[in-house]
C-alpha cells in the first residue's frame, strides 16, 4: 500500500506542476485559437489528475483534510470554467454539474468541520 500511495503522491506533484507550466502557457495564447484550447484541454485534465490523487492520497491523512478540499475546489472551477466553454452560459444544468455541485459543497462542510475539531 505505501508503494501505492507514494506512486499517487508522484502523480499528483507531476500533474500539479504540469497544470502549472500549461496553465501559463494557455494563458498566453489568443483567445479562441486552437493552442489555446489545446492547452487549455491539457490544463482540464492535470488538474482533474490533481483532484484525483489528492483524495487518493489524502483521504486517510486527516491533517491533510484541508489541502485535498483545496484541490477539490480548484478542480470544481476548472470544470465549471470547461463546462461553460462546453455547454454555454445557459441555465440549463445537467447532472453532471449537480453532481459537481453537490461534491463542491460537501467537500466545503468537510473543510468547515475539520476546522472546528482542530481548534
Given amino acids: 500500500m505505501e508503494k501505492f500511495l ?3 503522491l508522484i502523480l499528483h506533484i507531476v500533474s500539479g506542476f504540469t497544470a502549472l507550466l ?5 494563458m498566453f495564447t489568443p483567445k479562441g485559437s486552437p493552442k489555446h ?7 482540464y485534465y492535470a488538474m482533474m ?7 487518493l492520497r489524502f483521504r486517510n ?6 489541502l485535498t478540499c483545496i484541490a477539490v475546489f480548484s478542480f470544481y472551477n476548472t470544470f465549471t470554467g470547461r463546462r461553460l466553454v462546453l455547454v454555454g452560459r445557459k441555465n440549463n444544468w445537467q447532472a453532471q454539474d ?3 455541485a453537490v461534491i463542491c459543497l460537501v467537500s466545503g462542510f468537510a473543510t468547515r468541520l ?3 475539531t482542530d481548534t
Wanted: a positive charge; proline letters at 0%; hydrophobic letters at 60%.
Fill in 98 to 100: 449537480w453532481i459537481a
Fill in 6 to 8: 507514494t506512486a499517487v
Fill in 61 to 66: 491523512e486527516t491533517g491533510l483534510v484541508f
Fill in 22 to 26: 500549461v496553465g501559463l502557457i494557455a
Fill in 114 to 116: 475539520r476546522s472546528t
Fill in 49 to 55: 489528475l490533481v483532484a484525483i490523487t489528492a483524495v
Fill in 37 to 43: 484550447s489545446l492547452w487549455g484541454r491539457i490544463y
